[in-house]
């Protein structure tokens, strides 16, 4: 069963940076991109950055220029550096498959993601 765990998140001033954890488990195969989602005060979850398989990033335009995703094969686990923060970044941050989410029990899964608040 798939399990991710989100790490990293805490209390910052802005333009202070964070690194942010995803750890992995229970993955079967392993052919899927991954991303990084956020969910803002009042907002939608939506995607702010992706790593596929071949290392090729995408950064949705808030982040871009100050977030790097990366990851670890040999730990099976993802980042996320975060420079430059601004209190629009404020959100819980999660990560998860891309396109296709990570599935359990029939429902889309999502770990407890983690909390970043930049205080202005």
């Known amino acids: 069963q798939v399990q991710v765990v989100e790490s990293g998140g805490g209390l910052v001033q802005t333009g202070g940076s964070l690194r942010l954890s995803c750890a992995r488990s229970?993955?079967?195969?392993?052919?899927?991109?991954m991303g990084w989602y956020r969910r803002r005060p009042g907002k939608q979850r939506a995607l702010i950055a992706r790593?596929?398989?071949?290392?090729?990033?995408f950064y949705s335009d808030p982040v871009k220029g100050r977030f790097t995703i990366s990851r670890d094969n040999a730990k099976d686990t993802f980042y996320l550096q975060m420079n430059s923060l601004k209190p629009e970044d404020t959100a819980v941050y999660y990560c998860?498959?891309?396109?296709?989410?990570?599935?359990?029990?029939?429902?889309?899964?999502w770990g407890q993601g983690t909390q970043v608040t930049v205080s202005s």
């Open positions: 790593i596929d398989r071949d290392g090729t990033t």
């Open positions: 998860n498959a891309y396109p296709t989410l990570y599935y359990s029990g029939g429902l889309p899964y």
């Open positions: 229970g993955i079967t195969s392993d052919d899927t991109a």
